[in-house]
């Protein structure tokens, strides 16, 4: 019990640190949310600014082999994106949601987003779309969007309307993709006003993806500060 109290705590701090990455690059306004596996179930940020969250804020949802009935008290109603999304990803341990204001744009055109430069191969081999703008506050709209990401060729998902989730195996790789998907829509938005993009190759794509493990923490190293 000792020993599953401090690796609660030891996520906490990771979850912590990651939600008020968010808030200080911009991605987030009054509403987002950080979570990661623990050892019983998912941590997760309470629905609250994650500008001023702490670890005694954060929300334990227990899980079994099924999904919870209902939602813990505290807990933001979309942490069915995130229970749906662990759902079908059992390799994704950290998730960030949040709504850059690129992905707004870049969602309200595109289909699927590809990949136009390097680093954006981190976020998948092309990120989907999806394209119901309700919110995701019942377990069957969010399992809906959970599909998209259930081939693991993407570790990124717009929303349309409603901003994006990034997955991740710590939280703050989970939030390096979420300001890597930002870049990436805006890149995309401005190619595309000046003529037609081209996408990375196969061997590209297979290039840049090899030095993910290597690269993406240390881009959260930055993006922490």
Excluded at 55 to 76: F, M, N, R, S, Y
Excluded at 136 to 153: F, I, Q, S, W, Y
């Amino acid at each position: 019990m000792a020993a599953q109290a401090q690796e609660n705590r030891s996520i906490g701090t990771e979850i912590v640190a990651a939600a008020q990455a968010l808030s200080r690059l911009g991605l987030v306004t009054a509403f987002g949310h950080v979570s990661a596996r623990s050892q019983d179930g998912v941590l997760i940020t309470p629905a609250a600014d994650l500008r001023d969250v702490t670890e005694a804020d954060l929300v334990e949802i227990p899980l079994t082999q099924e999904l919870p009935h209902a939602l813990p008290k505290g807990a933001p109603a979309e942490a069915w994106a995130h229970l749906q999304v662990y759902a079908v990803r059992p390799d994704v341990a950290a998730i960030a949601r949040a709504q850059p204001p690129s992905a707004f744009a870049a969602a309200s055109v595109a289909s699927e987003l590809p990949v136009l430069h390097g680093q954006a191969a981190w976020l998948g081999r092309a990120v989907p779309v999806h394209q119901d703008a309700r919110l995701l506050r019942t377990p069957e709209l969010a399992a809906v969007a959970a599909g998209h990401l259930a081939d693991r060729n993407s570790d990124a998902l717009l929303l349309r309307g409603n901003g994006a989730l990034t997955c991740g195996d710590t939280p703050g790789t989970a939030v390096a993709r979420m300001w890597l998907l930002s870049v990436a829509c805006t890149t995309w938005l401005t190619a595309s006003a000046s003529g037609t993009p081209h996408p990375l190759d196969p061997a590209e794509l297979d290039a840049w993806r090899a030095v993910r493990p290597e690269l993406l923490p240390r881009l959260w190293h930055h993006l922490a500060g």
